[in-house]
């Protein structure tokens, strides 16, 4: 029942740097956790970064060092630093939250919920 808007992709150079955008709508209790993965030409959708709802984070191997993920639970929203862009970093980059729903508005208790936003181009020029 979440709807994820992801924003801020575009076209930059190599060396450049993007920040991506993610807002998180809808009944939401809480947040377990918030991610950004990838999706390059003929390739599967793999994992970025990661953030928990505590600020646990985890990166993939080839963005330590030059992405950053962060997470404004207050917006329900999630942020992709991206720094020191390079071509192999081209791809379509999608939200993903996993999330606890309320059953309706104003309603105690809580569901499961794992939604994907439907994506945003970044395109890294050589």
């Known amino acids: 029942q979440a709807q994820l808007m992801e924003s801020g992709g575009g076209l930059v150079q190599a060396g450049g740097s993007l920040r991506l955008s993610c807002a998180a709508s809808?009944?939401?209790?809480?947040?377990?956790?918030m991610g950004w993965y990838r999706q390059a030409p003929g390739k599967q959708r793999d994992l970025v970064a990661s953030i928990t709802g505590r600020g646990r984070t985890n990166y993939a191997d080839h963005v330590k060092g030059r992405f950053t993920i962060s997470m404004d639970n207050a917006k329900k929203s999630a942020y992709l630093q991206m720094n020191s862009l390079q071509p192999e970093d081209t791809g379509v980059y999608f939200c993903n939250a996993d999330l606890n729903m309320v059953a309706a508005p104003g309603a105690v208790g809580s569901y499961g919920s794992n939604s994907w936003g439907k994506g945003t181009l970044v395109t890294v020029s050589s």
């Open positions: 809808g009944d939401i209790f809480s947040i377990n956790s």
